[in-house]
């Protein structure tokens, strides 16, 4: 069983930035697809960014474009999201996900990371 690994999160001030990573333990072309999500204390678990491994090809949620960038590193099955300008509204656990391509339908979960801004 393939198995996603983050890391990354931690505690930062608003305007700060931090870069989360998704290991994947093994490589799987059923795992072609992966996404970020994010789920605030209270709040439903939302997807803000996606990408296709294997032509790189990303879609982003309105509310995290041109802050936030999802890339993948191929050699390392590793995907990562990079996020900038940090607000208080972005703190939640994020979590990296294997996902229906074209979806935020998720096959695969990871176990997730807390990502704290403060203002």
């Known amino acids: 069983q393939v198995q996603l690994v983050e890391s990354g999160g931690g505690s930062v001030q608003a305007g700060g930035s931090l870069r989360l990573s998704c290991a994947a333990s093994?490589?799987?072309?059923?795992?072609?697809?992966r996404a970020w999500f994010r789920q605030a204390p209270g709040k439903e678990r939302e997807g803000v960014a996606r990408?296709?491994?294997?032509?790189?090809?990303?879609y982003y949620d309105p509310s995290v474009k041109g802050r936030f960038t999802i890339s993948r590193d191929n050699a390392k099955n590793t995907v990562y999201l990079q996020m900038n300008m940090l607000q208080p509204e972005d703190t939640a656990t994020y979590y990296c996900?294997?996902?229906?391509?074209?979806?935020?339908?998720?096959?695969?979960w990871g176990q997730g990371t807390l990502v704290t801004v403060s203002s």
């Open positions: 093994e490589y799987s072309s059923r795992y072609n697809c």
């Open positions: 990408i296709v491994t294997d032509t790189g090809s990303t």
């Open positions: 996900a294997a996902v229906r391509c074209g979806t935020w339908s998720a096959t695969l």
